[in-house]
């Protein structure tokens, strides 16, 4: 019976493509922590800059409800977009820190 994870081959642990090393330049210096938040970072991004064109506008109308709406949206999923950053990063570290201890 094959064992998930393992290479029936070898007996070795097959690792999955966030474990690998990545081979992009960019990558390399950060290392698997950052390669597991990048997609949740770039989302992040994409609504910051779009909350932060919004409230630089200096035509912004502060009284229209449609207006206030959109900018409440934006600010609550970039808010939530960082507090899921902020716990897969926390849960990858906890991890690892239980992994060290148990060795």
Do not use: C, F
Request: no cysteine.
């Amino acid at each position: 019976m094959a064992t998930p994870g393992i290479s029936n081959a070898e007996g070795n642990w097959d690792a999955s493509a966030l474990e690998q090393e990545s081979t992009t330049a960019t990558d390399n210096k950060w290392g698997m922590m950052y390669r597991s938040s990048a997609g949740i970072s770039e989302r992040t991004k994409t609504i910051a800059d779009e909350l932060k064109s919004m409230i630089d506008n200096p035509n912004l109308e502060v009284d229209n409800p449609r207006v206030l709406g959109k900018i409440t949206a934006l600010s609550g999923n970039y808010n939530m977009a960082r507090q899921l950053q902020s716990n897969v990063m926390k849960s990858i570290k906890d991890a690892a820190q239980a992994i060290i201890r148990n060795v």
